[in-house]
């Protein structure tokens, strides 16, 4: 069958091609794409090519199709599959497959497998992994955030703590402890702030920095700290762009005992050094940002590993059970991933989105695959009601949710905006 997809063909070089996908074999399943949201490690995947760690060398003949945040609808199932999965089953996944030892997954190094397209075909492993996931839940926006949720969680899930005196790591995040997200007001920064805010082990402090005010303003909106408050929970959004001291200032909020955990969600040597410089005894530094360059580095206080027992780790994407909790908080409503996206866009304008991410302001960048769409802000909808009264219409609904993309949203979005 025909599919469209944007495909990397080399560093730097996307293209919206149409193809045939060939049939699927028994240990396959095919499936009908909805929403993929656009991952910053996309970005970094379409810039590096053949050199990121996951694109296969031969991907100028064989070129990989872009996009790991995906959800849609099974469309066919090989005859080894059909006894758990079914056609017209809503679909998500967990792409960090690390099969055998390999790096590879969707969105990387797959010629007929990935998010932005129309149709794909789920290999085997996948399914031998138990990385494919039915999704029960209404949007399909909320399966394609699952994936970027559950990295958080997988951070909040890895860190570790130590005692004096005892060769053990209790792992997770310090209950009823001090936590910093740093360069937090971004998308993954308030996905982790909803988790770290919901979550069933939670912190007694949070404090969320950036230098970027407009954010700081829009994550304080959405997360007001009189509600943080009534939950037991001391919430702070920080602007350290201004500040003479930045690691002073931010020990001084927690009474001066430093933070137990902190989450670096910036690639940039100074906020490594300021994830460094505010941690309290046994806190525990995640690096949570990957960098593009292999060579990055950054200072880190070994006066305080060696005495105060700090320590640093990283963490990259979760895993399916990650992946499966982020899907339960959802549907329980303790957490709202929608806080994440800023834009929406069909698949037309998905090249474009990726090669230029980290120039376009905002969070989320959430692609429909069977759209024909500009990439425009949600801010931005109603400016555009004059030229075509559907935009109003959602605008409408965007600004019941307090300015957040919303099941109802989608659904009048797939009912009026794709054409069949």
Same mark, same amino acid.
């Given at each position: 069958?025909?599919?469209?997809?944007?495909?990397?063909?080399?560093?730097?070089?996307?293209?919206?091609?149409?193809?045939?996908?060939?049939?699927?074999?028994?240990?396959?399943?095919?499936?009908?794409?909805?929403?993929?949201?656009?991952?910053?490690?996309?970005?970094?995947?379409?810039?590096?090519?053949?050199?990121?760690?996951?694109?296969?060398?031969?991907?100028?003949?064989?070129?990989?199709?872009?996009?790991?945040?995906?959800?849609?609808?099974?469309?066919?199932?090989?005859?080894?599959?059909?006894?758990?999965?079914?056609?017209?089953?809503?679909?998500?996944?967990?792409?960090?497959?690390?099969?055998?030892?390999?790096?590879?997954?969707?969105?990387?190094?797959?010629?007929?497998?990935?998010?932005?397209?129309?149709?794909?075909?789920?290999?085997?492993?996948?399914?031998?992994?138990?990385?494919?996931?039915?999704?029960?839940?209404?949007?399909?926006?909320?399966?394609?955030?699952?994936?970027?949720?559950?990295?958080?969680?997988?951070?909040?899930?890895?860190?570790?703590?130590?005692?004096?005196?005892?060769?053990?790591?209790?792992?997770?995040?310090?209950?009823?402890?001090?936590?910093?997200?740093?360069?937090?007001?971004?998308?993954?920064?308030?996905?982790?702030?909803?988790?770290?805010?919901?979550?069933?082990?939670?912190?007694?402090?949070?404090?969320?920095?950036?230098?970027?005010?407009?954010?700081?303003?829009?994550?304080?909106?959405?997360?007001?700290?009189?509600?943080?408050?009534? /939950?037991? @929970? &001391?919430?702070?959004?920080?602007?350290?762009? +201004?500040?003479?001291? $930045? !690691?002073?200032?931010?020990?001084? #909020?927690?009474?001066?005992?430093?933070?137990?955990?902190?989450?670096?969600?910036?690639?940039?040597?100074?906020?490594?050094?300021?994830?460094?410089?505010?941690?309290?005894?046994?806190?525990?530094?995640?690096?949570?940002?990957?960098?593009?360059?292999?060579?990055?580095?950054?200072?880190?206080?070994?006066?305080?590993?060696?005495?105060?027992?700090?320590?640093?780790?990283?963490?990259?994407?979760?895993?399916?059970? /990650?992946? @499966? &909790?982020?899907?339960?908080?959802?549907?329980? +409503?303790?957490?709202? $991933? !929608?806080?994440?996206?800023?834009? #929406?866009?069909?698949?037309?304008?998905?090249?474009?989105?990726?090669?230029?991410?980290?120039?376009?302001?905002?969070?989320?960048?959430?692609?429909?695959?069977?759209?024909?769409?500009?990439?425009?802000?949600?801010?931005?909808?109603?400016?555009?009601?004059?030229?075509?009264?559907?935009?109003?219409?959602?605008?409408?609904?965007?600004?019941?949710?307090?300015?957040?993309?919303?099941?109802?949203?989608?659904?009048?979005?797939?009912?009026?905006?794709?054409?069949?």
């Amino acid at each position: 069958m025909k599919a469209k997809a944007v495909r990397l063909h080399g560093a730097n070089d996307l293209r919206l091609d149409e193809f045939e996908l060939p049939e699927i074999k028994d240990d396959e399943i095919l499936v009908k794409v909805v929403s993929d949201s656009v991952c910053m490690s996309t970005y970094k995947c379409a810039i590096l090519g053949t050199k990121h760690k996951r694109v296969h060398e031969d991907v100028a003949d064989h070129p990989a199709i872009m996009g790991h945040e995906m959800a849609g609808d099974i469309v066919k199932v090989g005859a080894k599959h059909q006894d758990k999965f079914k056609p017209g089953m809503k679909f998500t996944l967990q792409p960090a497959l690390n099969y055998k030892g390999t790096m590879w997954s969707p969105g990387y190094s797959y010629e007929f497998f990935g998010g932005d397209t129309t149709y794909c075909i789920i290999p085997a492993e996948v399914m031998e992994l138990g990385c494919l996931l039915e999704y029960k839940g209404k949007a399909y926006y909320e399966a394609s955030l699952a994936e970027p949720m559950s990295c958080s969680i997988g951070a909040f899930n890895a860190n570790y703590h130590t005692k004096m005196g005892v060769y053990t790591h209790e792992m997770g995040i310090k209950e009823g402890g001090k936590l910093a997200i740093l360069a937090g007001a971004g998308p993954m920064g308030l996905g982790a702030l909803t988790y770290a805010l919901h979550r069933d082990v939670r912190p007694g402090m949070i404090v969320v920095t950036d230098i970027n005010q407009e954010r700081l303003d829009r994550a304080e909106h959405l997360f007001p700290v009189e509600e943080a408050k009534a /939950d037991g @929970i &001391e919430l702070h959004f920080v602007n350290t762009g +201004n500040m003479e001291d $930045p !690691a002073a200032e931010l020990i001084k #909020i927690t009474g001066g005992t430093g933070f137990d955990d902190v989450f670096c969600y910036a690639p940039v040597a100074q906020v490594v050094e300021l994830s460094s410089a505010v941690l309290g005894r046994d806190g525990c530094l995640n690096f949570f940002a990957g960098p593009t360059d292999n060579k990055f580095s950054a200072k880190m206080n070994f006066y305080d590993v060696h005495y105060n027992s700090t320590h640093v780790m990283g963490t990259t994407g979760g895993n399916t059970d /990650d992946m @499966i &909790e982020s899907l339960r908080l959802t549907a329980e +409503n303790r957490i709202n $991933p !929608a806080v994440m996206v800023t834009h #929406i866009g069909g698949l037309d304008a998905a090249c474009q989105t990726t090669l230029n991410l980290p120039k376009i302001p905002g969070g989320k960048k959430l692609i429909y695959t069977h759209l024909e769409m500009p990439l425009i802000a949600l801010t931005d909808l109603r400016s555009r009601a004059d030229e075509d009264s559907r935009y109003g219409e959602l605008a409408d609904i965007v600004d019941a949710h307090k300015g957040l993309w919303c099941p109802e949203a989608e659904e009048y979005l797939l009912k009026n905006f794709i054409k069949e």
